[in-house]
């Protein structure tokens, strides 16, 4: 009979590791989730957390307060708890880009850390989106140098890429289909145990180099595809059509699928995923003109809202530097709190530079900036223009008609979410849709 798993730990407790660590504590497993930041750790030790996920009714804050209050979670700094409470441990570190290069810094600390406490007999399943080739050529040979153990004769590792959506994380663990390689049979066997407590789809095996491409790829293609719909929906608007009707007209077409255009792609996956590749291809001496070229697109994007702004203030002989500029959602898309990498953020940092002031308002994403406003109301008051760059749930039950009327006279209106009706909308108001 198979031994039943009673407890893991989570590596990187962010936007994956800790709704991912009360998966399992919800499957009745004990979970050590372990994070190099403090403040992070005592945050969700005391209950706290500002992510945007829910499951079967109940918010993450909610079954994060069930779970520590039944003892079956715990988060803390110090690995050698997590050793001493578990064999087997899910890696969900991450590796950030900055100025379009990968910084392996955190998960090679990562590595370190847990190597030194690594036992014969674990199993370490990585689940962070990785450069390929960096579970065998990188992970495998430092958990080996750090623990003094060999891969395969004494510990077991995995990868298997993670995709969920931020947002719907709980349901996604449980029902997007997985892919799955080991460095051995039994490394592989061993995992999939792991993964099935959670998961009740599919799990696809292969090599972990196809996977971790595999994941990528997954990545670039949705970048591709969304610049492919911010290049029609210019051509729409060049046209005079409707993009949105456009699209919904195009996808009755069986074999067509596209993707809704924005103020740009954010959060860390998309706009990663070419970086991610670069090491790479820089090895192989490989260009890649399609996806370089889809990124340019989506980096452009929220300056060129910026720029679309600046032509329609003109047509009421007003300029930038001087206007009032209300931006209303911050996240990096739609119902989320996550503001990284944000284009809105891109269309602030550009407002700014070119002199607006800037009031910029989002009722999830944590304050903090120069330019936040507590409410929708102090950020739209007097304002001679107002971006909505991510939509929100309290934005569906605000009074826009009340709101949009403490805005100066002739505003200008950008909606790129399509978030108002016309029925919301100011008579003497600009209006721009994408
Ligand atoms: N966010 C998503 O929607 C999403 C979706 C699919 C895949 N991924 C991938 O999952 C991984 C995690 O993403 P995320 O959004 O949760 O990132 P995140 O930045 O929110 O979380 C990573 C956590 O790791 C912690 N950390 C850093 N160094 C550490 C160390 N040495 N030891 C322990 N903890 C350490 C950080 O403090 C942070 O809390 C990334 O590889 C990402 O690409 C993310």
């Not at 051995?184 to 789809?201: K, N, Y």
């Not at 009722?363 to 007097?382: F, I, K, M, Q, W």
Request: proline share 5%; aromatic share 4%.
């Amino acid at each position: 009979m198979e031994e039943r798993q009673h407890s893991v730990a989570v590596v990187g407790l962010g936007f994956i590791g800790l709704p991912l660590a009360l998966s399992y504590a919800l499957e009745g497993v004990d979970v050590t989730g372990i994070d190099v930041n403090e403040g992070l750790v005592h945050r969700i030790n005391s209950g706290e957390t500002d992510l945007q996920e829910s499951h079967r009714g109940s918010s993450i804050r909610e079954i994060l307060a069930a779970q520590l209050e039944a003892g079956r979670f715990r988060a803390t700094t110090d690995y050698a708890r997590g050793a001493a409470s578990t064999d087997t441990y899910l890696v969900t570190v991450g590796i950030p880009v900055d100025g379009g290069e990968v910084d392996f810094a955190p998960l090679d600390g990562c590595i370190a850390s847990l190597g030194a406490v690594l036992k014969p007999g674990d199993l370490v399943i990585l689940r962070s989106t990785l450069v390929p080739g960096t579970t065998t050529g990188r992970v495998l040979p430092a958990l080996e140098r750090a623990s003094g153990l060999q891969a395969g004769r004494d510990f077991s590792l995995a990868y298997s890429s993670e995709r969920i959506a931020e947002g719907r994380a709980f349901q996604e663990f449980r029902d997007m289909p997985l892919a799955l390689g080991g460095i051995d049979s039994p490394s592989a066997e061993r995992a999939r145990r792991v993964l099935g407590i959670v998961t009740t789809a599919e799990i696809v095996t292969s090599d972990i180099a196809t996977i971790e491409t595999s994941k990528i790829l997954e990545n670039l293609q949705r970048d591709i595809n969304i610049a492919i719909s911010q290049e029609f929906a210019r051509l729409a608007e060049g046209l005079g059509i409707d993009t949105y009707e456009m699209i919904r007209v195009a996808n009755t077409h069986r074999r067509v699928n596209l993707l809704t255009p924005g103020p740009g792609v954010g959060g860390y996956c998309l706009p990663y995923a070419l970086h991610y590749l670069t090491p790479r291809t820089r090895e192989l001496a490989l260009d890649l003109p399609l996806a370089n070229m889809a990124r340019s697109i989506n980096e452009e994007t929220p300056v060129r809202v910026v720029d679309r702004l600046e032509a329609l203030l003109a047509r009421t002989d007003r300029t930038i530097a001087g206007a009032r500029v209300a931006l209303l959602g911050l996240a990096m898309k739609d119902y989320s709190g996550d503001d990284r990498e944000s284009p809105a953020l891109v269309m602030a940092g550009e407002l700014v530079r070119r002199g607006a002031d800037l009031r910029a308002h989002d009722p999830v994403v944590p304050d903090g900036r120069a330019y936040t406003y507590a409410s929708p109301g102090e950020a739209l008051r007097g304002a001679d223009a107002l971006i909505i760059a991510a939509r929100q749930e309290r934005f569906h039950e605000m009074n826009w008609p009340e709101l949009l009327d403490l805005m100066a006279p002739h505003p200008v209106i950008m909606d790129t979410r399509h978030l108002l009706g016309d029925g919301d909308l100011r008579e003497d108001a600009l209006i721009w849709r994408i």
